[in-house]
């Protein structure tokens, strides 16, 4: 390993990772919009630029022109952190997600991810998806507001009581596995009855996806008519806009995870011969999820809180555990 | 392996200076108008009576420890879960006695009611 393995490539490859990011998110959220507005028979978006394409660009530069308001009650330095808190995280996900088969450039052999062979991806997944909380906990403390102190509890004590369950529905997967890699997750042969058992439980992973990432029906950060918009409360500007990215790119890179390690990743027909494609399928299969994710935000209303806690706690939480017991049972039973 | 993780550090320092700029360019490029109201907490327009450095319902705080508990209950999961095929029947009834005796805990704060939102 020289230092251009080491440093050059890695810098290349995460800002390269960055700008597909921030790209895919400004359109994400077109395409959350324009969907929504399909959902209830409107048009969305249409004014900028054909079929408002231009819309996140102009989104993005109004915002970034708007007076930047601290205001004077709320703890400064932290009230600064905590949107970064929020952002870097999301972003630093997704280093580990493998996009594709290794490549062969210049001679030298490059893959496609940035970390995603190390030997505890799966850790690192669940480990940095957790510090997002932070985020969310800074900000409504430092806002010094009731709305923003009572959205952050409210979606801090969420967010740990989901992570309880998403975690055991990963140790099942890795029950089946046998290994943290991520890049060995997607390319190792899985038996069928492997690959059907891994989707039984998907439903369970994707509700603790929603909660996770804060979206509806668990989008209690932003219960609108009770807390005003929670722990975003005492944010304006771009401030405001870091948190709103965040999340979206919270819900793509938990998609593109979700899609490695239940959905075979880049894999698809014809991978082996263009390798080129790998991306091109890991991009299709995310986009499915987001359609879901749009999809239960246009269909399904917001729970009660104590309705989630008790969601969370006395049924997620118990059938996760039920389903790791059964896969360890067939685990050992069938290998 | 100390270079092992050396595109972690290269990530973070990435994402952490996107979210600066974005937070800082603003600041250049955005109009300034100080108005003492700006400056005010928001609360639907009334004066806040009450500050929120106050004492708060014990539910968090449960919880948090409650969570604490099944969080270290599945770290112990992790490693157990990679190399159960080569433990087999051994390693699933060692866990499944572990587990019982989380799921024993779990029941008993189940059945104290920490687990109801509303009292």
Same mark, same amino acid.
């Given at each position: 390993m020289d230092w251009v393995d080491l440093v050059v490539i890695p810098i290349i490859k995460g800002a390269l990772i960055l700008f597909i990011l921030l790209t895919a998110t400004a359109y994400l959220t077109l395409f959350e919009r324009k969907l929504i507005a399909r959902f209830q028979v409107r048009l969305g978006p249409n004014r900028a630029g054909p079929f408002g394409l231009l819309q996140p660009l102009a989104d993005a530069v109004k915002l970034f022109f708007k007076e930047e308001v601290v205001p004077g009650h709320v703890n400064k330095p932290v009230y600064l952190l905590a949107p970064m808190m929020a952002m870097v995280p999301a972003i630093a996900l997704f280093a580990v997600v493998p996009l594709g088969p290794d490549l062969s450039l210049f001679g030298r052999r490059i893959p496609l991810h940035m970390g995603g062979d190390v030997n505890v991806a799966l850790l690192y997944v669940l480990a940095i998806a957790s510090v997002g909380t932070y985020g969310v906990m800074l900000a409504g403390w430092a806002s010094n507001n009731?709305?923003?102190?009572? =959205?952050? %509890?409210?979606?801090?004590?969420?967010?740990?009581?989901?992570?309880?369950?998403? /975690?055991?529905?990963?140790?099942? @997967?890795?029950?089946?596995? =046998?290994? %943290?890699?991520?890049?060995?997750?997607?390319?190792?042969?899985?038996?069928?009855? /492997?690959?059907?058992?891994?989707? @039984?439980?998907?439903?369970?992973?994707?509700?603790?996806?929603?909660a996770e990432s804060n979206r509806a029906p668990f989008d209690f950060p932003e219960t609108e008519n009770e807390l005003i918009a929670g722990y975003q409360t005492e944010y304006g500007g771009f401030k405001f806009a870091v948190f709103y990215i965040s999340e979206y790119l919270h819900m793509l890179t938990s998609s593109a995870v979700a899609v490695t390690l239940f959905f075979g990743g880049w894999r698809g027909p014809f991978v082996d011969q263009f390798p080129l494609l790998g991306p091109v399928y890991l991009a299709l299969k995310t986009v499915a999820i987001l359609f879901l994710y749009v999809w239960v935000r246009a269909s399904i209303p917001r729970l009660r809180y104590d309705q989630l806690m008790s969601f969370g706690w006395k049924y997620l939480l118990p059938w996760s555990l039920l389903y790791l017991a059964v896969t360890a049972v067939l685990v050992v039973a069938l290998s | 392996m100390p270079y092992g993780y050396v595109w972690l550090l290269i990530m973070l320092g990435l994402a952490a200076g996107v979210a600066m700029m974005m937070m800082f360019l603003p600041l250049l490029l955005g109009p300034r108008n100080p108005v003492p109201t700006k400056y005010e907490p928001y609360e639907s327009g009334m004066k806040p009576f009450m500050l929120p450095r106050r004492r708060f319902p014990v539910h968090y705080y449960l919880v948090a420890i409650l969570f604490v508990v099944f969080d270290i209950e599945i770290l112990f999961l992790y490693p157990w879960a990679v190399i159960l095929r080569d433990l087999r029947w051994f390693g699933l009834v060692e866990m499944g006695v572990f587990l019982g005796i989380v799921l024993v805990g779990f029941v008993y704060a189940w059945r104290k009611g920490a687990l109801e939102w509303i009292r």
């Open positions: 009731n709305y923003s102190l009572l =959205g952050a %509890m409210r979606t801090s004590a969420q967010m740990i009581s989901y992570e309880l369950p998403m /975690a055991i529905i990963v140790a099942s @997967l890795l029950l089946v596995t =046998g290994t %943290m890699s991520v890049v060995e997750i997607v390319e190792q042969p899985r038996p069928l009855w /492997a690959w059907l058992w891994l989707w @039984l439980g998907f439903p369970l992973y994707f509700i603790t996806m929603l | -």
